[in-house]
C-alpha cells in the first residue's frame, strides 16, 4: 500500500537580504498553513473522533498511528507541528492536536448503499482502518461524527421545491426531526439530527452540487466538524458551573454573616479573622480549580459563534437552522456558566473588601489598645520621676550628712592636735554651705547627662 506523509515544513528563507530574523518569524508565520483543509472528492465518508488528551502524550499518539498499515516507521518528530495527514491508497487520515483534545479525521469513499436514496443506512461496515483501531485511540471520546457529502441537484429557491429536496434527506436520517441550513449563501445544504447512534457517532449530511469543488467541499468540513467540536468543549464549562453553584452560595451566606457580625463591636476580631480566612481560602481554591475552565469555555463559545458566522447560512422552509438551532440551547448553558464567573469573582472581591473592613477594625483596636498603654506609660514614668526627685532629696541629706561627719571627725582631730576650734560649732556652721554643695553638684550632673530635673 502507497502512502505519504504530510506535515508543515517551514521553508528556508535566503540570508543575506534582511537582519538576522527572530527566532519565532518562521513558525508564527507559517502558524496560518499549520492546519490546511482537506481537498475531498465527493461522494465521501468522513469519520471524525475527538478525544481528551488529557494525560495522553504525543509519543502515545504516534504509537497508536503506528498500527496503521506501512506507518510501522513513523516517528514523534514527525508530529512535532501537532498536524499530520497520512494518505493511503483509498483513504486519507488526519492527525491534529490541540491543547485539550486531539482529533482524527479519516476521509474515505462513501458506500454505495448509503447515498441520498437509503435510509438510516450503516456507515461503519466499510470502515477503512483496521478493526479495533478507532476504539483503542488514547483518550477519551468527547466527539464522534459521521460526515458523509454527496452530490445532488439544489432545488430552486421555493418552498415546494426544497421540500421535495428535504424529504429524502429526512429519510435518511430515519425520519427523525432534523435541522437544516443551505450553507454559503446556498452553494450546498447541511442536515443533522443531533442525536448520538447506538454507535456513539453524530451524522451529517451535506448535499452539494456536482460542481462544488474539493477544496470547497473540505472548507465545508472542517467548519462543521469544528462546530461541533467546540460546542461540545464549551459545553464542558457546564457541569462545573452547576456543581459550584451551591458551594458558591454557602459561601456567600458566610460572607453575609460575617459582615453582619462586623457591625457587633462585641463580636470577637480573632474569631472572625479565622472565619474570613477560612472562607476566603475555599473561595481562592474555587478560583484556582475553575478559572481555566470558564476561561476556556468563553473561548470555544467565541470559536462557536465564529464558525456559524463562516457558514452564511440560509434559512430551507420548515426548519430550523443549525446557528439556531446551537445557539438557542448553547446560549442559556453558556449563560450559566458565564454567571458563575461572575459570582466567582464577585465573591473573591467582597471577601477581599470584608478582609479590608476587619483590617481596619482590628487596628483602630490596637490604637486605642496603644493609646492606653501610652498613657499607662505617661502616669508611670511621671511617677518615676516624682520617686526619683524624692529619692534624689533624700540622697543630698544622707550625702551632706556623710560629709558633715567627716568634717566632724576632721575638727575633733584637729582640736586634738591643739587647735582652737570647737568641733560640733564647725560641723553645725558648715552644714549649709555642704548641703549647697551637695546640691549643686547633683544639679551638675543632671545637667552634664541631660536628665530632667
Not at 471524525?48 to 488528551?53: E, H, K, P, S, T
Not at 450546498?188 to 462544488?212: K, N
Request: charged share 20%; aromatic share 4%; hydrophobic share 45%.
Amino acid at each position: 500500500m502507497n502512502d505519504s506523509t504530510e506535515t508543515s515544513v517551514a521553508p528556508a528563507l535566503p540570508r543575506g537580504l534582511l537582519p538576522a530574523d527572530d527566532a519565532l518569524r518562521a513558525e508564527l508565520h507559517n502558524e496560518v498553513h499549520a492546519r490546511p483543509s482537506a481537498r475531498i472528492r465527493l461522494p465521501a465518508l468522513v469519520v471524525y473522533v475527538a478525544v481528551l488528551n488529557e494525560g495522553v502524550s504525543r509519543e502515545q499518539e504516534c504509537e497508536h498511528l503506528r498500527r496503521l498499515p506501512g506507518q510501522q516507521g513513523l516517528s514523534p518528530d514527525q508530529m512535532q507541528g501537532n498536524f499530520l495527514r497520512l494518505r493511503f491508497e483509498e483513504h486519507t487520515l488526519k492527525w491534529e492536536r490541540h491543547t485539550e483534545f486531539t482529533r482524527y479525521s479519516i476521509v474515505q469513499a462513501l458506500p454505495a448503499e448509503a447515498g441520498l436514496g437509503a435510509s438510516d443506512p450503516h456507515l461503519l461496515e466499510a470502515l477503512a482502518t483496521p478493526p479495533g483501531w478507532l476504539r483503542d485511540i488514547p483518550g477519551r471520546t468527547i466527539a464522534a461524527i459521521q460526515l458523509v457529502m454527496l452530490h445532488a441537484e439544489l432545488p430552486e429557491q421555493t418552498p415546494q421545491a426544497q421540500a421535495r429536496l428535504m424529504e429524502p434527506a429526512q429519510r435518511w436520517f430515519g425520519h427523525r426531526t432534523v435541522v437544516a441550513s443551505q450553507l454559503g449563501g446556498g452553494h450546498s445544504w447541511a442536515v443533522t439530527d443531533f442525536h448520538l447512534q447506538p454507535s456513539g457517532f453524530e451524522r451529517v449530511l451535506v448535499i452539494a452540487p456536482p460542481d462544488v469543488s474539493e477544496t470547497r467541499a473540505g472548507r465545508i468540513s472542517q467548519r462543521l466538524l469544528e462546530l461541533e467540536t467546540y460546542r461540545l468543549m464549551a459545553l464542558r464549562g457546564l457541569p462545573v458551573a452547576k456543581a459550584l453553584g451551591p458551594t458558591l452560595t454557602q459561601a456567600e451566606a458566610q460572607l453575609a454573616s460575617i459582615t453582619a457580625q462586623l457591625e457587633n463591636k462585641s463580636a470577637s476580631e480573632q474569631a472572625l479573622l479565622d472565619q474570613l480566612v477560612s472562607l476566603a481560602a475555599r473561595v481562592e481554591r474555587a478560583t484556582a480549580e475553575n478559572t481555566y475552565r470558564f476561561a476556556a469555555t468563553r473561548a470555544y463559545d467565541a470559536l462557536v459563534t465564529q464558525r456559524i458566522a463562516e457558514l452564511r447560512e440560509r434559512p430551507i422552509p420548515g426548519t430550523q437552522t443549525i446557528g439556531e438551532f446551537m445557539q438557542r440551547r448553547l446560549s442559556p448553558a453558556m449563560a450559566t456558566v458565564a454567571a458563575s464567573a461572575q459570582r466567582l469573582t464577585s465573591l473573591s472581591e467582597r471577601v477581599s473588601r470584608t478582609s479590608a473592613l476587619l483590617r481596619t477594625r482590628v487596628d483602630i483596636v490596637t490604637e486605642a489598645q496603644n493609646q492606653q498603654l501610652l498613657e499607662k506609660l505617661t502616669r508611670g514614668q511621671a511617677m518615676q520621676l516624682h520617686l526619683q526627685t524624692t529619692v534624689e532629696g533624700l540622697s543630698i541629706a544622707a550625702i551632706s550628712y556623710y560629709v558633715i561627719s567627716l568634717l566632724l571627725y576632721l575638727a575633733k582631730g584637729a582640736k586634738a592636735a591643739g587647735l582652737p576650734i570647737q568641733p560640733e560649732i564647725a560641723a553645725g556652721a558648715l552644714i549649709p554651705l555642704v548641703l549647697w554643695a551637695v546640691w549643686r553638684t547633683t544639679r551638675r550632673i543632671h545637667a552634664r547627662l541631660g536628665a530632667p530635673h
